[in-house]
DNA sequence: CTGAAAGCGCTTACAG
DNA sequence: CTGAAAGCGCTTACAG
């Protein structure tokens, strides 16, 4: 009903202090939760703030010095539910320490991750885990450290940054599932997935070669597929693979979404996974367990690698960002229903 | 490899003026963009910045009235995603128009949610997009609005409250879904999920009464079931019913995070969804058709829904706060493979 | 416990 | 185009 013209551009602690009777050091004491302040004055104090609504302005603390007390959470694809999972178990952690998280999605882009972080630091957010966009540059990582921003680097490592890593076993991971397909009597096996210049894809690939090496094969150049760590990239490549005459039997796939992906090309060729061609992901999503047939996976508890994050972060800003620290999470393998032997009739020389 | 005490603690607009030899009034001219500064005088300035490292400080802009760059997205449920779709939308259009949304979830904790709400205030926001907490209290919404700030309630309306909505058509979608289950042959259907509080579900449950009434049938309040809008609270809401007599031949589920919660129950039980009981859901989230057998829906564009909230907030920040506006999205049915006709054998009297 | 004073980093008129 | 001055709302010593 009112017509304010903006938030906050009226009542400030001397308003308060008026109101209340005292100095607006009083009210900013009761602000900072002192026990300097008789409960008489500060329930005098509060109870002028409600009856003027009050806000507390940031920007005017911080500008004096005063801790800030958001962290920035800075995500690349907040629409794969990797990240969903990744970003609730960081809240979890942050919410008992007195800081609020903010959000921001990239979708990959570096230009919107820098418009991002400055953003951030900007409103004096006091550290930030990033979950990189592709193609991140190491160096820029760098100079935000440089300023003595705390970053923690979530999930992806980024060659050449100095900034403390949470992130899975990928190469572990990669090597478990390979040996999984192998053990059922693969021996034509496709990568697919992860675009070319991903940490992470190169991890993953490590591994999946190191399967393969194990057992006197080689990961053939033909069989290792880019595309966007997406539904519909995997799509797209998953269908080109199906439109070549020699067919691999199995198919590591960069990560759980980009499965999917690739089952809806083999269904749309009316092949069935699990039956005709043996698919696993990687992250073991909710959706893994959701798909038909439910995905064989690595589980990296992205809730857990959230929680650990958050942890280290708060160690940093407490520490003045000294310390650079890296945690590797398990990757286990959870093997369900989306894998079978190749068949027989389709069998390589 | 340096020791900065704080991000941001040094160097100011000042000592940019300096190292460019011109006055800080030129430095904030060249800030804001003006035309008024020389290009040459311009590229000296931009140039000391990034030698410097400058980071420009919002908290002191704001005090002296400059335009908040920020706009908050409050999310009650981030591993839904509907939500994460929704929120992706948002960010869509606000990408161009010069704001950056900062994201945070409350994970229906009204608490948490004043908590958020009060940060992005104090940070200067400029609106709020909010995606309301179960139970929240239509006052609380109307004081922030009386305050001047411009807030976007979407997808659940909140009674009592003032602010601009965002949603979509529940009555009309329930309906629709009920009505599909009437032309299979249904006539013992049950409802399923949500808290008797939730808006949203009274209005679902207003369009199945509804399509129930219209071809003379009525609502079981014995076949009307709450559950926590989550995947672990139906399922436990559907095996207690299963555990019961007079199973109905079809279940309206709340929305699709439900409804698989509700499948789940009915595999765990040997039966099939869509052979052995038809199960719908509302959202049509990218899981809804993942699921085995994909899911009938009602299908309601979150991306889409998020996009008229931006918008609708990018207008009331710049009209000041003056309009209630109401967009209701439209609900549109999609058959799946989820709903099957009663079977013969277990028809009731 | 309270008051007076200084200053954080910026923007905004106002003269030049 | 540029400089000098005031002031946004807070916190921080420093006296009392």
């Given at each position: 009903m009112t017509g304010k013209r903006r938030a906050s551009?009226?009542?400030t602690i001397i308003d308060i202090a008026r109101e209340a009777g005292v100095s607006k050091s009083t009210v900013s004491l009761v602000l900072k939760g002192s026990t300097l302040v008789a409960d008489e004055t500060r329930?005098?104090?509060?109870?002028?703030?409600?009856?003027?609504?009050y806000v507390y302005n940031r920007g005017a603390a911080n500008l004096r010095g005063a801790q800030s007390s958001i962290v920035g959470m800075v995500i690349n694809d907040l629409s794969n539910p990797f990240f969903a999972e990744l970003?609730?178990?960081i809240e979890r952690v942050l919410r008992t320490s007195g800081y609020i998280p903010f959000i921001a999605n990239t979708a990959e882009s570096v230009v919107r991750q820098a418009e991002v972080v400055r953003s951030m630091r900007e409103h004096g957010a006091s550290g930030i885990i990033l979950s990189p966009a592709l193609d991140t540059d190491g160096r820029e990582i760098n100079s935000l450290l440089d300023l003595g921003m705390p970053i923690?680097?979530?999930?992806?490592?980024?060659?050449?940054a100095r900034a403390s890593l949470v992130?899975?076993?990928n190469m572990a991971g990669a090597a478990r599932v390979t040996q999984h397909l192998i053990s059922l009597?693969?021996?034509?096996?496709?990568f697919l997935g992860g675009m070319g210049a991903m940490a992470v894809r190169k991890d993953r690939i490590a591994g999946f070669t190191q399967a393969l090496e194990e057992v006197g094969l080689r990961a053939d150049p033909a069989l290792m597929l880019e595309s966007m760590p997406t539904k519909d990239g995997a799509f797209t490549a998953m269908s080109a693979l199906l439109s070549r005459p020699d067919w691999p039997t199995a198919v590591v796939c960069f990560n759980d979404v980009v499965a999917i992906g690739v089952m809806?090309?083999?269904s749309r060729k009316g092949l069935l996974p699990g039956r005709d061609m043996a698919i696993t992901g990687f992250d073991d999503t909710t959706e893994a367990r959701q798909v038909s047939p439910p995905l064989t996976t690595v589980s990296v508890d992205a809730g857990?690698?959230?929680?650990?994050?958050?942890?280290?972060?708060?160690r940093q800003i407490a520490a003045g960002n000294q310390t650079t620290e890296t945690y590797i999470g398990e990757a286990r393998l959870v093997v369900r229903e989306s894998c079978c032997p190749p068949p027989r009739e389709r069998k390589v020389s």
């Open positions: 551009t009226n009542v329930d005098r104090v509060s109870r002028a703030m409600s009856k003027l609504g970003a609730i178990g923690i680097l979530a999930i992806r490592r980024v060659p050449g992130a899975s076993d009597g693969h021996r034509r096996i496709a809806q090309a083999l857990d690698l959230g929680e650990r994050a958050a942890q280290m972060l708060l």
